[in-house]
């Protein structure tokens, strides 16, 4: 079994920063794509940014610019710096990580950690 805990959310004023951390652990071969989603209320949920295990990296284009996506491969940990932070931020954001264990490949997420900006 994998888990995904992360941590780092809360709440910020417009304008400021967070940063989002996400360790895996477990019966792990190797992560391939990881990532972050975000669900507002009443809304589904989206992707935010995502990164191959070489480090090849997608962001929404609301967020280019403002939000970037890093993994450490050594600690099996996926960040998502958050930059200038508007209030159409505020959501709960998800993990999400491919992985490889010892029966194939699955997908895996997070509990889900809350960012909520203030205007």
């Known amino acids: 079994q994998v888990q995904l805990v992360e941590s780092g959310g809360g709440l910020v004023q417009a304008g400021g920063s967070l940063r989002l951390s996400c360790a895996a652990s477990g019966n792990i071969f190797r992560l391939n794509n990881m990532g972050w989603y975000r669900q507002a209320p009443g809304k589904q949920r989206d992707v935010v940014a995502t990164i191959t295990n070489g480090g090849i990296t997608y962001h929404v284009d609301s967020v280019k610019g403002r939000f970037t996506i890093s993994r450490d491969n050594t600690k099996n940990t996926v960040y998502l710096q958050m930059n200038s932070l508007k209030p159409e931020d505020t959501a709960v954001y998800y993990c999400?990580?491919?992985?490889?264990?010892?029966?194939?490949?699955?997908?895996?997420w997070g509990q889900g950690t809350q960012v909520t900006v203030s205007s």
């Open positions: 999400y990580a491919n992985v490889r264990t010892g029966i194939g490949n699955n997908d895996y």
